[in-house]
T-cell receptor, first 114, second 115 residues
Framework: DGGITQSPKYLFRKEGQNVTLSCEQN?????MYWYRQDPGQGLRLIYY???????QKGDIAEGYSVSREKKESFPLTVTSAQKNPTAFYLC?????????????FGEGSRLTVL | AQKVTQAQTEISVVEKEDVTLDCVYE???????LFWYKQPPSGELVFLIR??????QNEISGRYSWNFQKSTSSFNFTITASQVVDSAVYFC????????????FGAGTTVTVRA
């Protein structure tokens, strides 16, 4: 089945550690996104990538980094510089931009900093 | 400034009641797109509808219906004869023509349907 796979589903990290969240899609979509969700808030855009080897900062990129070396993969690294990393992280993809279609989401990764 | 406002934080209804979720948006663009997503307890957001700014026709899909009114900048969502499986968080979102890859989400409305 086509879709977006995020791993791990749950992740615990000590303060000061970097962690990488995986996102893989087999939908052949050009665009991929990372969103952060906090309780009682909507989703906020961290980074997005329109095409391989290119990505742009979203609204809350500080403390995060990404890479897009392959079309199907868009990993997110939460660095120790992120002050409040405990959150639910959602990866998404779209065929092209949102003017041509909707976002498809993965099941999310829940990161807890101990 | 908040581009999408969902004033209702939580709504609780008894099964078979209708429930309407409000969404008010703000944009200066004449071309934009509005979306509704459902987030069940599993966490994955499920796409429900996408509507462009030039299409003000209301839409019905099964028990779901949407009322788009540009005059009041609203894109409300109604679930008719609600069921327990409708319990979820519902998000309204806006994409503006100038931010083709950016989707602005509202804070979400948690709907609880009691048997």
């Amino acid at each position: 089945d086509g879709g977006i796979t995020q791993s791990p589903k749950y992740l615990f990290r000590k303060e000061g550690q970097n962690v990488t969240l995986s996102c893989e899609q087999n939908l052949n979509h050009d665009a991929m996104y990372w969103y952060r969700q906090d309780p009682g808030q909507g989703l906020r855009l961290i980074y997005y990538s329109q095409i391989v080897n290119d990505f742009q900062k979203g609204d809350i990129a500080e403390g995060y980094s990404v890479s897009r070396e392959k079309k199907e993969s868009f990993p997110l690294t939460v660095t120790s510089a992120q002050k409040n990393p405990t959150a639910f992280y959602l990866c998404a993809s779209s065929i092209f931009g949102l003017n041509t279609g909707e976002l498809f989401f993965g099941e999310g990764s829940r990161l807890t900093v101990l | 400034a908040q581009k999408v406002t969902q004033a209702q934080t939580e709504i609780s209804v008894v099964e078979k009641e209708d429930v309407t979720l409000d969404c008010v948006y703000e944009t200066r663009d004449t071309t934009y797109y509005l979306f509704w997503y459902k987030q069940p307890p599993s966490g994955e957001l499920v796409f429900l509808i996408r509507r462009n700014s030039f299409d003000e026709q209301n839409e019905i899909s099964g028990r779901y219906s949407w009322n788009f009114q540009k005059s009041t900048s609203s894109f409300n969502f109604t679930i008719t004869a609600s069921q327990v499986v409708d319990s979820a968080v519902y998000f309204c979102a806006l994409s503006e023509a100038e931010g083709d890859y950016k989707l602005s989400f509202g804070a979400g409305t948690t709907v609880t349907v009691r048997a």
